[in-house]
């Protein structure tokens, strides 16, 4: 179905985003999930948001630099950009505002609505040497 190039394309935007967001949930694991949910209660946000956030940004980055599940992980992402705009970044202008998420949430939406992702360990484990598709 997709070409070789496209795959390797795929494959690059997946482990692009994977990489972006499980830096980012590191990066709220270091800073400790207490004090982002400080954060996200000064924004108006339930602070426990904090703890589903941090491990979907964590686990979800991981999962999608494997390539598994990566139209589940990509639409939980979407959810989280879509929060992250409209809590924090929307008053901000585009750019130098919120024009990281929107690139983000773009990302996401693609592999949540294709359900492709190149290559990656879903296309190993079901054997599809064809079309690697996510699980």
Known sequence: MFTP???VAMTILRLALGLSFLLHGLQKM???LDKVGGFFASLGLPSFLAYPVGYIELIGGALLILGLFSRYIAAAFGVVMVGAIFTAKLKGGYVGGMELEVLLLA???YFAISGQSGYGLSSVLSGD???PVTL
């Open 129 to 131: 040497k064809k079309d």
């Open 107 to 109: 990302m996401s939406a």
């Open 30 to 32: 270091q800073m400790g």
């Open 5 to 7: 190039q496209h795959q």
